[in-house]
Nanobody
Framework: QVELVESGGRLVQAGGSLRLSCARS????????MGWFRQAPGKEREFVAS????????YYTDSVKGRFTISRDNAQKTVYLQMNSLKLEDTAAYYC???????????????WGQGTQVTVSS
């Protein structure tokens, strides 16, 4: 069983930066595609970014391209989401997820964290 724990969410001003972390435990394997999702109040959960298990391939939703960067440290079993130039519309609960599918564009995620709240204020 894989466990994912997110951290780093907080209140930040528009234009600011934030780095989210997701620590993975419960599996010795690093062969998981890792993804970040977010859910704003009253909206459906949406995909934000993903990274393949080697860290060599990434995939982003259009609204965060050029502002967010996903990365991973397999030795630490941690995946990061660096968020720059934050906008009000980035306010959401952010969730980390792990997929046994090796495709970075996979839509199938097997394990989910509990989420961390990011609030962007004006």
């Amino acid at each position: 069983q894989v466990e994912l724990v997110e951290s780093g969410g907080r209140l930040v001003q528009a234009g600011g930066s934030l780095r989210l972390s997701c620590a993975r435990s419960g599996s010795i394997s690093n062969m998981y595609t890792m993804g970040w999702f977010r859910q704003a109040p009253g909206k459906e959960r949406e995909f934000v970014a993903s990274i393949d298990w080697r860290g060599g391939s990434t995939y982003y939703t259009d609204s965060v391209k050029g502002r967010f960067t996903i990365s991973r440290d397999n030795a630490q079993k941690t995946v990061y989401l660096q968020m720059n130039s934050l906008k009000l519309e980035d306010t959401a609960a952010y969730y980390c997820a792990a997929s046994t599918d090796v495709l970075v564009t996979t839509r199938r995620y097997d394990y989910w964290g509990q989420g961390t709240q990011v609030t962007v204020s004006s």
